[in-house]
């Protein structure tokens, strides 16, 4: 069975730069999309990013496009979200998803969740 951890969150100022990961083990990533979604205090969750099996076809929200980059290392079994030019309301618990399918979309019904990690973005 596919389990996610995340790592990489953190407090960060205004226009600075994170980078999540999400290590994956059970099964290899390769067999998967892999989402990014997060959700801010009193807010639904949302789709970020998701990326599809081939690592090559990724998708963004709005919101985070030109400043988040998605990728997929197959060697690390690991997917990370580089998230650069951060801005306040981009504070969140950040959660990375998997789904068995060749491409990815940020309304699939995704089946193994990580336990999130909080990033917040503060002077």
């Known amino acids: 069975q596919l389990q996610l951890v995340e790592f990489g969150g953190g407090l960060v100022q205004p226009g600075g730069s994170l980078r999540l990961s999400c290590a994956a083990s059970g099964s290899t990533l390769d067999y998967y999309s892999i989402g990014w979604f997060r959700q801010a205090p009193g807010k639904e969750r949302e789709g970020v990013s998701c990326i599809g099996r081939s690592g090559i076809r990724t998708n963004y929200a709005d919101s985070v496009k030109g400043r988040f980059t998605i990728s997929k290392d197959s060697a690390k079994n690991t997917a990370y979200l580089q998230m650069n030019s951060l801005k306040p309301e981009d504070t969140a618990v950040y959660y990375c998803?998997?789904?068995?399918?060749?491409?990815?979309?940020?309304?699939?019904?995704?089946?193994?969740w990580g336990q999130g990690t909080q990033v917040t973005v503060s002077s």
């Open positions: 998803a998997a789904v068995l399918t060749y491409s990815c979309g940020l309304g699939m019904d995704y089946a193994s």
